[in-house]
């Protein structure tokens, strides 16, 4: 069963879109089946509640370590190029774990 | 899609440089009057301000109902103005290089920024800043970014 991840940012629009791809790139990579949906930060409470991700990624400092139990991990890395390693590695770890 | 690159402009603040570079969309014939205070606003309130190794890189833009003819305009800074943090707005980049959206499609807009990322991953942003023009613009974030 594939593992599903939200992805928030300002205007849950382009930059968004683009980390959505980066993380189901980097999943297939992985070896992990991903289904990867998207909402505005101000949206986030109520994605959640909607759509049970194993995982909530942002695109900017959100300030909370997770959403209604649902860890929350920091992915601008996957638009600079910078830590994006480590990153990866966390997602695995929660998506796996 | 239209082009323009300006090198070594000199701006104060990123309010400065954006109403300097929306006055010239305008003038351009690219973007209605009332651009420049438009790119403001949306820098307030989703800053683009991105902090790469090797330099700092800012993505404005604003609706595209802002839109009359789709272009990109570069802008390299005499000295670095800055930016608020995209990741994190309470801080800080001194940006060196403006990569300004003039969009006239959701669709187009998520391919500019996608080649905006490849730019960024691949360390040659600094090198864009460096020696900017329309053709160096061109080649780094693609031509066909509107079919027509």
Known sequence: MSKRVLVACGTGAATSTVVANKVKDAMAKAGIAVEVSQCKVVELDTAVARTHPDVVVVTGVLGRTEVAGVPVVRGFSFLTGVGVDAVVEELKRHLLG | MEWAAFSDVVAGSDTELLTLLGTKAVELGWAKPGYGGALVEREAAFPTGIQLPTCGVAIPH???????????????????????????????????????????????????????????????????????????????????????
């Open chain 2, 62 to 148: 604003a609706d595209r109902e802002w839109t009359v003819v789709p272009a990109i305009l570069g802008a390299s800074l005499k000295e670095p103005v800055l930016f608020r943090n995209m990741e994190d707005p309470s801080a800080q980049v001194a940006v060196n290089l403006v990569v300004l959206m003039l969009i006239a499609r959701p669709a187009d807009h998520l391919r500019v920024l996608q080649r905006l990322v490849d730019l960024f991953q691949s360390g040659r942003a600094r090198d864009l800043a460096q020696n900017l023009s329309v053709s160096a613009l061109r080649d780094m974030l693609g031509e066909e970014v509107e079919p027509k």
